[in-house]
């Protein structure tokens, strides 16, 4: 391109010059001739990168209309009912095994958890406690009548209407490459700016965020890279606290912030917990003394639940990670 556009502005040099002197117009035609030429090869000069761009569209193109076309694990049932306003979960007998896999993830769970209720889940790495949670997602499809959402089987509901009536703070949070704003709104676009920042204050990160020369319109970059892992944890407490579920799940989350950090942030959320009910799932034995009640599930299986005071007098699992955490602290 660069060649052709130099041998053009030649090609016009060679023609004009002799017109010039022959008097057919002055020098300042000849500039504006040759100016001309260069700048016409501008309109073009971004084919050939056009062109090396067309590649890398078609192939984004094919994986997102992979994504798009992909069926999710779970189909929206035929008929899907009104979710109610402050549905009671009820989990009953609960047993699933990941397509392909030898041994169950979760075997006959039941729990209760009724409005304004605090469940915690706790157990060793494995034990099936994320596996739950995508459960209660619709991320997998459990079977008939083992999980109910006010009364009714979760299947009987459009997916993305359980989805709503479940703040989820994941164990792996999700952010994408937009501001702070744009990440807190997802959880409910008509958020008044008043309403988010009520949520960061709830999530200690109202501070942090005042402090950034852009605030809440600073960009985080992909998947939050901009931020510790604290600061994101806490992004998805306050996304998860603004979306004003009736329930709140909570899988470790307060595992990436410190001890002091984590308390506080906890103390926040018993405020939050106060009018919702709450699924506790975490491996810090802290701050469970309140709770309605603790299962301790161990591969799959509850291997013993009670209040925090039982659960120590017993003597089992409970008392072993306990005790472990004792001594760690
Ligand atoms: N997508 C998957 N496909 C197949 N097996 C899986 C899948 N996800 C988890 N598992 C298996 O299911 C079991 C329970 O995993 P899960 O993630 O629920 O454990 P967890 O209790 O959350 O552990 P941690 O405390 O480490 O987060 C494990 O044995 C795990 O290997
Ligand atoms: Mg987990």
Known sequence: MLLLNNLGALAVLWLAIPMVRAGHFDGVGL???LLLALSSFEAVQALPLAANHWDKSMAAARELQAVAAARPAVAPPADPQPMPTNPHLAIRGLSFTYPGAQRPAIQELSLDLARGERVAIVGPSGAGKTTLVWLLAR??????????????????????????ALAIVSQHTHLFNATIRENLLLARPTASQAEMEAACRQAHLHDFIRGLPEG????????????????????????AVLQEAPILVLDEATANLDAL?????????????????????????????????????????????????????????????????????
């Open 31 to 33: 500039a504006v001739i």
């Open 139 to 164: 991320f997998w499809d459990c079977p008939p009548g083992t999980i109910l959402l006010g009364g009714q089987d979760i299947r009987a509901y459009a997916p993305e209407d359980a989805r709503a």
């Open 216 to 239: 809440y319109d600073t960009w985080i970059g992909e998947q939050g890279v901009r931020l510790s892992s604290g600061e994101r944890q806490r992004l998805a407490l306050a996304r």
């Open 261 to 329: 950090t984590g308390e506080a942030v906890w103390m926040a959320l018993t405020g939050v917990m106060r009018d919702r009910s709450t699924l506790v799932i975490t491996h810090r034995l802290t701050g469970l003394e309140d709770m309605d009640e603790i299962i301790v599930l161990r591969d799959g299986r509850v291997a013993e639940r009670g209040r925090h005071a039982e659960l120590l007098a017993r003597g089992g699992l409970y008392t072993r990670m306990w005790s472990q955490q004792e001594i760690l602290q």
